[in-house]
């Protein structure tokens, strides 16, 4: 029978399961297989990063926008522990991302082979699956279960450790076969028990003021058009988390925008105090959504939730009826159910209410021509000149709850991402690259602190090399800003530890290749990023910006 490289297999189980790019870095450990990528005829691009977190972040902002698995890989020792952030965010955000990282020998373990440590261990509790291979035999059926558990259930992470010498034994060519149906998630879809399905709908039509509060699964199992014909049944407003956002058209007439600490606002706050039934739709109803769980009020209001991981429902509010299933198969049973139009419909006057104080506010805070210049300024001027497709990654920091709050698609989709499960900095520039590859005929913008900047900046290098057409946009004030404006709202302004000096991010941009701008007029503002978007080459425009600290953000707590 026919032989091939254990490295040639893992290439083949990749090809075979529809996988067109891999984000990494190489090491001494990772020589057979990337000798397998460059002998092999496969299809795949294989993008070379500047840092296994990139990696990482690439793959996660490429899954986010393709609806297909993403892949990274790194060596061993540092480069394991390296690309452990991308992976954790991906995990718990429900991306499925597929980690591969090289190891030592196993015949070399327990010697201390330079670069030993037990990644099986290291990524246990960051994964929803992981394994160290110990033979080349193990590769075919190892890769079949990784795509699977990707894909199916709760969409995830995973890992696989890859040794040097099982990357060289010897593999059954007939052992190699994929299912290519899983690169694409949910691959396999339950829905809900249909006696609960119809108890949801019996409360939601007896309910006066039902609201949705929608998580980033609508996106993710491409349920909106199922979410907008069961909120358009009942006249109820759709409000979402961050991550939700693109489960209903920023323009539709229920859409009331992203409610909790981070990128809600009052108004938005105050239709869900005003709710009498809350639906959770692939919202783990955790701190940030609820403002650590007093809006909704727990016990005050009854609770319909839905997800599709059993272990989330009823977590942190008691529900009425919890419905486990896929939130497309479910939100259309729930839809069937909805047969009878509720009469109220308090939705649509309460939304448009609550929408025109939220953006009168940000208008007169967005049109001043104040310096430093507001980041309200910002949002306006890329509302204005961004495409109607554009795909816009945000940084945590200042871009996350302004850009949440007032950023406006009228599109359904993922068109707006930034990371909120772990919220680390350095995300925006690789997820947009991942982002890049994975929507190529979209324009992408990345948007980031001047704090995040230093965790990214390499990868400058590689948006150049790639000649990818990304617009960046940096946030400059000269501070780790979410810090800072903690310190003041809770700490008696103590600042401590939380400056540092203003960086030239334009020079350091073209010292890269890349063509750059500063602004610190607001009235220049908007022409320069329209030449940023406008332009067929990697772009960035250095906002000089007013600190967080002394503006007026979209976060509950400072604003209290």
Not at 151 to 179: F, S
Not at 219 to 227: F, K, P, W
Not at 470 to 478: D, F, G, R, T
Request: with cysteine; aromatic share 8%; charged share 20%.
């Amino acid at each position: 029978m026919t032989q091939i490289t254990g490295g040639e297999a893992f290439v083949r189980m990749l090809q075979l399961h529809g996988v067109k790019h891999i984000f990494g870095l190489c090491g001494d450990t990772s020589l057979p297989f990337y000798d397998a990528m460059y002998r092999l005829e496969h299809g795949m691009q294989h993008v070379l990063t500047r840092d296994e977190r990139s990696a990482a972040y690439m793959a996660d902002g490429y899954a986010r926008v393709s609806g297909r698995v993403g892949v990274c890989e790194g060596p061993s020792g540092g480069g394991a522990t390296y690309i452990l952030p991308g992976i954790v965010e991906a995990n718990e955000s429900s991306i499925p991302v597929l980690c591969f990282t090289s190891d030592i020998s196993v015949s070399a373990r327990g010697r201390y082979a330079l670069t030993e440590l037990d990644q099986q261990a290291l990524f246990r509790p960051l994964t929803k699956w992981n394994t160290v291979l110990d033979s080349g035999a193990d590769i075919p059926r190892v890769l079949r279960n990784a795509f699977k558990q990707m894909t199916t259930g709760r969409p995830g992470a995973v890992h696989i450790g890859l040794p040097y010498d099982v990357q060289k034994q010897m593999v059954e060519e007939a052992d190699i076969w994929g299912d290519a149906s899983l690169n694409r998630y949910p691959s396999r879809r339950d829905c809900a028990d249909p006696a609960a399905v119809a108890e949801a709908a019996r409360l939601l039509l007896a309910a006066e003021r039902p609201l949705f509060i929608v998580g980033g699964g609508v996106v993710i199992s491409g349920a909106e058009a199922e979410l907008i014909a069961c909120a358009e049944r009942l006249g109820a407003p759709v409000a979402t988390t961050v991550s939700g956002q693109g489960s209903i058209g920023d323009a539709h007439a229920l859409a009331l925008g992203v409610v909790g600490s981070n990128g809600g606002t009052l108004p938005t706050r105050a239709l869900v105090q005003a709710a009498d039934l809350i639906v959770f739709v692939s919202c783990r109803a955790g701190s940030v959504t609820t403002e650590r769980w007093r809006y909704p009020a727990p016990g005050k209001v009854a609770v319909i939730q839905l997800d599709i991981d059993a272990a989330v429902i009823g977590t942190n509010y008691p529900v009425a009826v919890g419905l486990v299933g896929d939130a497309k198969l479910t939100l259309a049973a729930l839809r069937d159910e909805l047969n009878v139009a509720a009469a109220r419909g308090w939705g649509r006057e309460a939304v448009a209410a609550a929408k025109q104080e939220k953006f009168s506010a940000f208008r007169l805070l967005a049109e001043a021509n104040e310096r430093p210049i507001r980041p309200e300024r910002v949002v306006a001027e890329l509302n204005r000149v961004l495409p109607h497709d554009a795909v816009l990654v945000a940084d945590p920091g200042t871009p996350c709850p302004y850009f949440s709050a007032y950023y406006e698609n009228e599109l359904t989709g993922r068109h707006f991402i930034s990371n909120r499960a772990h919220g680390a900095l350095g995300y925006s520039m690789a997820a947009a690259v991942g982002a890049y590859f994975g929507r190529p005929g979209a324009k992408i913008v990345s948007v980031m602190g001047d704090g995040s900047f230093g965790f990214t900046v390499g990868e400058l290098e590689t948006i150049c090399r790639l000649k990818i057409p990304l617009a960046m946009v940096v946030i400059s004030n000269s501070s780790f800003g979410w810090i800072k404006a903690g310190q003041k709202s809770g700490f008696g302004a103590r600042y401590f530890s939380v400056d540092f000096s203003r960086t030239d991010h334009a020079a350091v941009a073209r010292a890269f290749g890349v063509k750059s701008y500063t602004v610190d007029d607001p009235e220049k503002l908007r022409a320069t990023l329209e030449l940023a978007v406008e332009a067929n080459e990697p772009v960035l425009v250095d906002v000089l910006c007013q600190p967080l600290e002394e503006a007026r953000a979209p976060v509950s707590e400072w604003i209290a």
